[in-house]
């Protein structure tokens, strides 16, 4: 295989990978909070469709953003008051928020983004930085992002360093989520951690529809996601709630989804199926305990009632 193709697959892996990620670091704090946040791929998929729709009606993409980021926001209000205020059962919610939201999003793209106006919107374009960029393989995949994606990277920076496991928010944050009676005693608010954790997940995925929206097909089409928000749920679990562990596991998927487009075009032969598949099945692996690291947060899912 020579140096083009693995450059290829390499900067397509990492564009499949980043809104991917950034779907991830919001699922890992809500999950690390104590809730399932099982209709990322509800959320992912508003905030694509928003974004599509905002930036073909003003035609300024940075609008099309803040709108999938707002639209997906207030998707997430309806999941924290069912999660946390009306103690519903997380999983059941977010089977059926996803459900709801492809149902939506394809009735309202064949009648407000019909005729071809959810096609070839104006987006993002690749802003190489020099130099960088010209390092083999990876410099055109990490150094030869959108604007947006820049935009990405550095969010899922600041969240992990201002939400790490060793600052005052996230030592709140995982105290909610490994025993809320106890933190509710020692004062922590419970409820609106978890509120403000779902939320925040809901922007991140927001922002995710968006960067796949925008940066990478610059274009709305039904179910566009494809099962991503559920893979951004799996590499939270595959990477044991650590960032550099859901860094790993979203590039790892990210280079697997390129792959199932790049084998075939090479003649290789591995059925389609296989590789599909593999990011569940090392999910999997991760679920049964055989990859090393922390468990699931104790309260991941259960509800509480407060005093």
Known sequence: MSTAIVTEVVSSGVGFAIPLLVAASGESISERAGVLNLSMEGMMLTGAFA?????????????????????ATVFGVAQAALSVRFRADQIVIGIASNALALGLTTFFSRTLLSDGKGQSVAGFQSLDIPLLSDIPVIGPAIFGQTVLGYVCIAIVVALAVTLSKRSSPGLTIDAVGEDAVSAEWTGLPVRKVRYLCVLLAAATGGLAGSQLALSEVHSFSDNMTGGLGYLAVVAVIAGRWKILGIVHACIFFGIAQALQFALPALGVDIPFALLVMLPYVIAIVAI???VGGRGAPTNLTVPYAGR
Do not use: E, N, Q, R
């Open 51 to 71: 974004s599509i729709l905002a930036t073909a009606d003003t035609g300024s993409p940075i609008l099309g953003v803040l709108a999938g980021i707002v639209a």
């Open 288 to 290: 049964t305990g055989f």
